[in-house]
């Protein structure tokens, strides 16, 4: 059984920054590098949507309404990734959740940390 846990989520001011991370139980870090990393949101009402992805050879992948504000990094070493939020937004608000997927049958999710970005 493969197990995501997630941290970093909480209440922080419009304009701020917050920084979530995700690590992998023992039996994904076998072949860790080989996964595909990313960070899905959903707010109430709407369809979950990729903030942010990275592959194993390191290029990444942003929807517009996050580039140039969200980074995604992975440290293959520690089995973790991360999503570095800046400048952040009301509508930035949702509970967002990290996944790991190396093929359709590799493919796990986290339990969800909640952001609420507020004035």
């Known amino acids: 059984q493969v197990h995501l846990v997630e941290s970093g989520g909480g209440l922080v001011q419009i304009g701020g920054s917050l920084r979530l991370s995700c690590g992998a139980s023992?039996?994904?870090?076998?072949?860790?590098?080989?996964?595909?990393l990313a960070w899905y949101r959903q707010a109430p009402g709407k369809e979950r949507q990729l903030v942010a992805k990275?592959?194993?050879?390191?290029?990444?992948d942003y929807p517009t309404s996050v580039k140039g504000r969200f980074t995604i990094s992975r440290d293959n070493a520690m089995g973790r990734w991360y999503l570095q939020m800046n400048s952040l937004k009301p509508e930035d608000t949702a509970v967002y959740y990290c996944?790991?997927?190396?093929?359709?049958?590799?493919?796990?999710w986290g339990q969800g940390t909640q952001v609420t970005v507020s004035s």
């Open positions: 996944n790991a997927e190396r093929s359709p049958e590799l493919n796990f």
């Open positions: 023992r039996t994904i870090r076998v072949l860790f590098p080989d996964y595909t």
């Open positions: 990275i592959h194993s050879d390191g290029s990444t």
